[in-house]
């Protein structure tokens, strides 16, 4: 699978940001995705996670109620909404499947938080 994560930009505090994950390869349906973030000189963390089906999402604490993870498997595709944005949100955003994969990782998109 091949993942490409656009969408990311220059934001105010209290914005907002749609990302996207475009995902190449049949099996992208039955994987469990997720999103992910990497802030300058930290690790990359967890942010969100979406099954298969796109029934059931779990959430980071640090941004439960301000992000949503959505899926549309027939265009093979992961979406992450994320609004009230804070600058302690400024990262590289990626996606790769839940557990990850190595070879999935992308480029990532860069989204910053500042005014």
């Known amino acids: 699978v091949q993942l490409v994560e656009s969408g990311g930009g220059l934001v105010q505090p209290g914005g907002s940001l749609r990302l996207s994950c475009a995902a190449s390869g049949s099996i992208f349906s039955i994987l469990a995705m997720g999103w992910y973030r990497q802030a300058p000189g930290k690790q990359r963390q967890w942010v969100a996670t979406i099954m298969p089906t796109g029934g059931s999402t779990n959430y980071a604490d640090s941004v439960k109620v301000r992000f949503i993870i959505s899926r549309d498997n027939a265009k093979n595709t992961m979406y992450l909404q994320m609004n009230t944005l804070k600058p302690g949100d400024t990262a590289v955003y990626y996606c790769?499947?839940?557990?990850?994969?190595?070879?999935?990782w992308g480029q990532g998109t860069q989204v910053t938080v500042s005014s």
């Open positions: 790769n499947s839940v557990p990850t994969d190595e070879g999935y």
